[in-house]
């Protein structure tokens, strides 16, 4: 091969080829996507988050939990996302205009968290599972994130949100007169996976019978 | 004469006829060498710290209680670590070594003022240490294959490119003649992968797309880092050594051309096959899949003529360090690639995505393909450069042993492990609910997860066998033992001088 221009421009065409087909295509085609109110009158959908849950986002980032969890429920009939109750619906494009950095995953070490704040909602679950996820979860292999946790000496009262260990745990007790709280980071990652929700229809997609 | 006219001449090495090709090809080596070895000894360095951040991710994976409560070790960020350790440390720095080596050779041409590829050497290692202590203490992006944190994306950019300009000089003051099939390759990829990164990087986090065109970005940057980056810089090194070693020429110009050319085409539509059933529009993903299969093209072609260019030298090639660990790679080439075109189809997908087959896919062509590529061109450059032998023929021979057991128990494990995740994880009681809770499938996966840390501590066995050999070989005498000639894994082929 001696044609070097020809070499040159194949090179730089075939790349240019596919980021047009793939990248440029996609952002022209639904970069604008808005929400959207299935019936007038309704709020539009979907809405972004905020506050806390917006803080705990990062977390979730820093932590990597992206690496076990994806979010993106598939059609019903394609794999078993809809038998496990992982989502009403499939989630389409529109579902995620409005988060910053979008968090699709591609490992299920762990299970879908696109509705974990519709399939578990309670606080004290998403605490002590996070502290140590065989609590909750015999043989989990989900990592202990025992540090988004303080031990500190118990107020005039206990608090509230103090974690309760099973007697099967008393090992993970504090001692007396203290008692394991949330961090500030960990109230805020369970406010975000509280946030976690799918319970809204698009016109594109309506929840599977 | 201005002062950018002269520093041009001044690269230009002239062509000078009358003195042999070995005395070029010994002062083109000469003059790659520090910046060869100052990538070489980083890569070699990284492979060690990757290995050891694999390790500690994988043994987490089964016995999450392992360094738990050690935040920056989290699996998360343990695993992340790990990924580009090797793939911005290990890998990138060893292709910088390869393909500049290569290049410098075959264009013929001595590389001039070296030392500002040493300086960009030195940035773009500094970079990856930076982004890889980001990523430990709280940086961690959560985007695949750029998991750094992006204030280091400008260091790694501007290095990079100061790093990749040699090769494309070299190109432009070659001797005239004929280019080889590993020019194309390496120029293209040298191109290619600056381009994919500062897209990639403007498009998640400097000015983000909107919505899933993140991810779209996502793994069209982060397949192509293998199709165009690493798959062209392997494939560039076979076609140099294969022939090179065993000293007959490649079995056909054509099927080269073909290969590339299908190859360029094809591969950089292939990575939306990350995103099968995911929320992106189904033509995109019914793209990647034709383009995954249309793969089938370029490997086969590929794998025919280096199968019938190597052919009828099996002892030659076993008994060249060089050969081994080449022949090893480009075999795990073809077998990975059929396997990634398998696995884009729908119905073997919705099995594989989401589980360990996926990773233990990855390695498959980014270690028993690409790594066992740069091991045997190592093994090839270093005596050439130091003008000196390696010193033991058993320490590369643990070297390729450990290598090759224990990728081979990690690929098991992992695609049947996955296999495994997979079926069950999809697999419904005839009234239409999941036969197995999420913890069952979580327990069946343990042995499996445990296999692959086995694998680990063969692998990080021979990493450390070859980082001591090879800082053995760097610190040696002078010359040693040239009498014998090079050294070979098979004590009677000694003498012949045919391999290296």
Redesign the interface.
């Known amino acids: 091969m001696k044609n070097l221009p020809l070499l040159f421009l194949g090179i730089f065409f075939c790349l240019a080829f596919s980021w047009t087909g793939l990248i440029l295509s996609s952002e022209i085609q639904y970069g604008g996507l808005k929400p959207i109110a299935l019936e007038e009158g309704e709020t539009p959908q979907p809405q972004a988050i905020v506050g806390e849950a917006q803080q705990g986002r990062l977390i979730y980032i820093d932590q990597g939990c992206l690496y076990c969890h994806s979010q993106q429920v598939r059609r019903k009939g394609y794999g078993a996302d809809w038998e496990r109750g992982w989502g009403d619906r499939q989630t389409v494009p529109r579902d995620y205009i409005l988060q910053p950095r979008v968090l699709l995953g591609t490992s299920r070490t762990g299970p879908d968290l696109m509705t974990i704040g519709q399939r578990q909602p309670s606080t004290e679950w998403h605490y002590l599972h996070l502290y140590n996820p065989d609590i909750t979860s015999k043989g989990s292999i989900m990592p202990p994130f025992r540090y988004l946790f303080e031990t500190r000496e118990i107020g005039d009262a206990p608090s509230p949100d103090a974690l309760i260990f099973p007697d099967d745990y008393a090992y993970e007790r504090p001692p007396a007169g203290y008692e394991i709280v949330p961090t500030e980071r960990a109230r805020q990652l369970v406010a975000y996976l509280l946030s976690l929700k799918v319970d809204y229809e698009l016109p594109e997609s309506r929840f599977a019978e | 004469m201005s002062p950018l006219l002269s520093f041009f001449s001044s690269i230009d090495p002239k062509a000078r006829p009358g003195i042999p090709v070995k005395v070029q090809l010994s002062e083109i080596d000469e003059s790659m060498r520090t910046p060869s070895i100052l990538f070489l000894s980083a890569a070699v360095c990284w492979l060690v710290i990757g290995s050891f951040f694999a390790l500690v991710a994988s043994i987490?994976?089964?016995s999450?209680?392992f360094l738990?409560?050690v935040?920056w070790l989290?699996?998360?960020?343990a695993?992340?670590a790990h990924l580009n350790a090797m793939a911005f440390g290990w890998a990138n720095n060893a292709i910088f070594a390869v393909s500049l080596w290569i290049m410098a050779r075959l264009c013929k041409t001595a590389v001039r003022h070296g030392g500002l590829l040493i300086i960009a050497g030195i940035f773009w290692n500094i970079g990856v240490t930076i982004g890889v202590i980001g990523i430990l203490t709280?940086?961690?992006?959560?985007?695949?294959w750029l998991e750094m944190p992006p204030q280091v994306a400008p260091i790694l950019a501007f290095s990079y490119i100061l790093i990749g300009v040699w090769g494309v000089i070299a190109f432009r003051f070659r001797q005239l003649g004929?280019?080889y099939v590993s020019q194309?390759y390496i120029?293209?990829a040298l191109?290619?992968f600056p381009?994919?990164y500062i897209?990639a990087q403007t498009?998640?986090f400097i000015e983000?797309?909107?919505?899933?065109?993140?991810?779209?970005?996502n793994w069209?940057f982060a397949h192509?880092v293998l199709g165009?980056w690493f798959t062209p810089v392997g494939l560039g090194a076979i076609y140099y050594f294969l022939p090179k070693v065993l000293g007959r020429p490649i079995y056909s110009y054509y099927l080269s051309?073909l290969g590339f050319?299908s190859l360029?085409?094809f591969y950089?539509?292939a990575?939306?096959h990350?995103?099968i059933?995911?929320?992106?529009?189904v033509w995109?993903i019914s793209?990647g899949i034709v383009a995954s299969v249309m793969m089938v093209i370029p490997v086969i072609v590929t794998a025919i003529n280096h199968h019938f260019t190597a052919v009828g030298n099996a002892r030659a090639t076993w008994a060249s360090p060089t050969l081994r660990f080449i022949v090893f790679g480009a075999m795990s080439y073809t077998l990975a690639s059929l396997f990634g075109s398998g696995m884009a189809l729908?119905d073997v997908n919705?099995v594989t995505?989401?589980?360990?087959f996926?990773?233990g896919h990855a390695h498959h062509g980014v270690y028993a393909f690409f790594t066992m590529v740069m091991y045997g061109s190592i093994y090839f450059m270093m005596p050439r450069m130091l003008n000196r032998e390696w010193p033991s023929a058993a320490l590369i021979k643990t070297h390729f042993w450990c290598c090759a057991i224990g990728i081979g128990i990690m690929l098991v494990g992992l695609h049947v492990g996955g296999w495994i995740q997979g079926m069950m994880?999809?697999?419904?009681t005839p009234d239409?609910?999941?036969k197995y809770t999420?913890?069952e499938v979580?327990?069946a996966?343990?042995p499996w997860?445990f296999s692959r840390s086995v694998s680990g501590v063969l692998l990080t066995i021979g990493h450390i066998a070859f980082f001591v050999h090879f800082f053995w070989m760097l610190a040696g005498p002078k010359i040693s033992r040239y009498r014998e000639g090079p050294t070979l894994l098979l004590d009677s082929i000694r003498g012949e001088g045919k391999a290296g």
């Not at chain 2, 983000?208 to 970005?217: H, L, M």
């Not at chain 2, 994880?425 to 419904?428: D, I, S, Y």
């Open positions: 987490k994976l089964h999450p209680d738990a409560n935040e989290t699996f998360g960020r695993r992340s709280g940086g961690l992006t959560s985007v695949e004929h280019v194309w120029l293209a191109f290619w381009w994919l897209i498009m998640i983000p797309a909107r919505g899933t065109v993140q991810a779209i970005t069209w192509n165009l051309v050319w360029a085409l950089n539509w990575g939306v990350h995103l059933g995911g929320p992106i529009p995109l793209a729908r919705v995505h989401f589980t360990q996926t990773v994880m999809n697999e419904l239409g609910n999941p999420f913890l979580v327990h996966l343990v997860l």
